[in-house]
């Protein structure tokens, strides 16, 4: 959007959310394409932006169930939906039901209950039956990243979420003076026996099983919040660089369809 031109249009509220001339730019823009790249800094207004499209996707018929709304932690996806729940008077828990973190729409979907999750405690046994020290393990609830005092478990990890090799993942980290290679790999085999024994599951797992069993259901309208925290990934595959390329190869392949903000 050209914000030069912004001036030379007559704006008028086409939103029940109060917006400001930029973001009734974008709202009118939408009347003729939907290929659209919306950036800004924070406190700029994007998610207001993002609840004014919602709003006037559910106006021309979508339902709530249909839009998916998808955030990189916790915190940002529950604030999103509990706006769009008080401006439009929905359910957060029966009508906002894709409004969460991608960890916790396949925790939903996959039917997964938090037995079933790898806990604090779970990793600490482990590492008292393999004669390791684990103090520390565990997934953020909030942004799902894994966090671990033991070196091991993060290049295991590490690994996993890069959809490396583990001993290229090693071998391609440098200062691991304490890390012997042969401990890597045994641990790593024994971890999933572990899980396997245990009936337990962690957030990579359900990425990976979620993925593998094409579980997501087809979504009229799509948002992807904070997308930005899927970079950073390097040249490497990823799960996030998988996003980003899908992201990119249906903007070229739905030009019509796809609004990124």
Known sequence: IDLDDLENHTFQPISSVETDPSQQGILHSLEATRNILIQGPPGTGKTTTLLNLVDEFIKQGVRPKEIGYFSFTKKAALEAATRASLKFGLSTDHDLIYFRTLHSFAFRTLGVTKDKMMSKEDYREFGMRCNIPIKTASYSDEDGIFNSDNEYLTIINTARVKKMDLMECYDSRRN??????????????????YKKEKGLRDFT?????????????????????????LGNTGDQDSYSKECIDTLNLNLSENRDFICII
């Open 176 to 193: 691991l003076l304490d890390i012997e290679r042969d401990t890597l790999f045994l641990l790593d085999q024994e971890l999933k026996r």
């Open 205 to 229: 797992d359900l990425l990976e099983e979620f993925i593998e069993r094409d579980m997501s259901p087809k979504f009229k309208v799509l948002f992807i919040d904070e997308a930005y925290s």
